[in-house]
Structure formats: structure tokens, C-alpha cells
């Protein structure tokens, strides 16, 4: 069994900056990808960042060069630094963890960009 909790959202203006947490406890496999995924009302789930145990990482096209994701392999965290907000970044973003075991999910966080 696997947990996932998220921690680090809120209310921003535009233009603010906000960083997420995920701390990951339970089985936890050696080889793994954590990533991020957020949805907005009326919207599907999407991947905004993931990162793989080798430290290799990948993001969507909307949030390259103002989000940064990372990881701390001692502690099973993984963050998302996010800079440069826009309204369209409001949505829930939820934590994910996944292996060749299983596909995990966090509860999600809130963000919302608002002046």
C-alpha cells in the first residue's frame, strides 16, 4: 500500500509563486516515476511534470521554463516549484506515484490564481 500526501497550495496573484510538497510513504519500489497532474473544473486530468528515479524529467509545454519539478529520494518527496502564475494555472493538482506495482494518486491541493 502506498499514500500520497500533497501540501503546499492556496490562493496567488498572477504572476506569484507558490511550491507544492508530496510526501510519499508506504511500498516503496526503487524504480519509480512521481509527477504532477492537475485538473480545472471541466477539464481531464493532465501531466504538468514528472520526474523518474534517475532524475529525468519532462513537463507540458505550458508550464516549461516557469515550473520546476524535483525530488528528494531520501525522504520519497517530490516538489513543484511553480513561478511565473497565470489564471490559467487555477486547478487542483494531485500527486502521482508510479511504479511497475501500481499507479498512485494523492488527494489533491487547490491552487487558485486570483488578483
Known amino acids: 500500500q502506498v499514500q500520497l500526501v500533497e501540501s503546499g497550495g492556496g490562493l496567488v496573484q498572477p504572476g506569484g509563486s507558490l511550491r507544492l510538497s508530496c510526501a510519499v510513504s508506504?511500498?516503496?519500489?526503487?524504480?519509480?516515476?512521481m509527477g504532477w497532474y492537475r485538473q480545472a473544473p471541466g477539464n481531464q486530468r493532465g501531466m504538468v511534470a514528472t520526474?523518474?528515479?534517475?532524475?529525468?524529467?519532462n513537463y507540458a509545454d505550458s508550464v516549461k521554463g516557469r515550473f520546476t519539478i524535483s525530488r528528494d529520494n531520501a525522504k520519497n518527496m517530490v516538489y513543484l516549484q511553480m513561478n511565473s502564475l497565470k489564471s490559467e494555472d487555477t486547478a487542483v493538482y494531485y500527486c502521482?506515484?508510479?511504479?511497475?506495482?501500481?499507479?498512485?494518486w494523492g488527494q489533491g491541493t487547490q491552487v487558485t490564481v486570483s488578483s
Open positions: 502521482n506515484y508510479r511504479t511497475i506495482l501500481g499507479n498512485y
Open positions: 508506504g511500498s516503496i519500489f526503487s524504480s519509480n516515476v
Open positions: 520526474i523518474n528515479s534517475g532524475g529525468s524529467t
